[in-house]
């Protein structure tokens, strides 16, 4: 009887052992606060990284929150609100433009092309690029990497934005799809899983994606404040390893599994639309394979910002961006 009693006395003490080992690893863990510019299955990977754990693998907690805007989203890093963004590139090179003591620096790629597609009414056979010209086009937000990566792409086909077409372009990103549902417009460019929405119900079809037309671009990349970084470099580092380890599961999975994972992050969210939206994104080869952000892709940027009148001077690759957690990422990952 007395043998029994220690034996379940000795059960209890494991139990509580366990119990409290487990909830002192939990309290071990060190938190990032991150806000993602929109919830997007463009952004597959850091969803990935957060379904299958990566980043508690690597000793972080991550708390992911959705800021809604690329302002709204650089002022929440810049006051502090969080520590890491991810938003598009070309918001640092804003903030770089106006002097700022603190840089915003990128430390890792998660998009390298456009994220939107040309949607038209109905689908016409050999479509062109010059059918374009005369029609009413209902683009994305001046200022924003849609618009100007949009209106690199017509002007590469020889179409004058401003002039060749009605161009519409005072509408919220938020409800432009309603818009062309609604009537307005003859061609809309949509980012997925909104394309594919449009096309199951007939209500459009995707003929051409800005995405491979503008070619490889760091479009959307996690970044820090420079002190930040500074101060927290082990935390970066492992941040980063987590994202490349989603980038290499992602490269190597079925869009059907990849929206097995991400799926629990879009509530309602129908899994065939989204299987459709990473499929294209995958084909596409929009996710990047790793986080370094090369110099090449970078230029080809600027070159865009500087087409669409928002490059005031050209801010250099080495002044806003490094490689250093990327490529050690590379290393360390197996």
Known sequence: MRHKWRIGTLAIVVFAVLVLSACGSSSDLVKIKVGEVTRSVFYAPEYVALGKEF????????D???????????????????DVALVGSETSIYVAQQG??????????????????????????????????GSTF?????GGMPQMAGEFTLKKHG????????????????????????????????????????????????VASFGVESGKLPYTAFMSKQSYISKNKD???????AIYKAQQWVEKQSAEEITDVI???FKDADRDIVASAVKRYKEQQSY?????????????????????????????????????????AIKLVK
Request: net charge negative.
């Open 288 to 328: 990047a394979a790793d986080p370094v952000l090369d110099e090449q892709e970078w230029n080809n940027l600027l070159d865009v910002l500087d087409s669409a009148g928002e490059l005031k001077s050209r801010v250099h690759h080495e002044q806003i961006v490094t490689n250093e957690f990327a490529e050690k």
């Open 138 to 142: 209902l683009g994305q937000r001046k």
């Open 100 to 133: 700022a003591e603190d840089p915003v620096i990128n430390f890792a790629q998660l998009t390298q092309t456009d994220g939107t597609f040309l949607v038209a009414r109905e689908k016409k056979d050999g479509f062109d690029w010059d059918q374009l010209k």
């Open 263 to 265: 799926l629990p992050f």
């Open 64 to 82: 992911l929150q959705t800021t809604s805007g690329g302002d709204k989203t650089m002022t929440a890093l810049l006051s502090g609100g969080i």
């Open 55 to 62: 980043f508690k693998e690597e000793g972080l907690d991550v």
């Open 235 to 241: 935390a970066v580092q492992k941040f980063t390893n």
């Open 159 to 206: 179409i004058d934005p401003h002039k060749d077409l009605q161009l519409i372009q005072n509408i919220d990103f938020a409800n432009i799809a309603s818009a062309f549902a609604s009537g307005t417009g003859e061609y809309v460019q949509l980012f997925e899983p909104q394309a594919s929405i449009f096309e199951k119900e007939g209500k459009g079809v995707v």
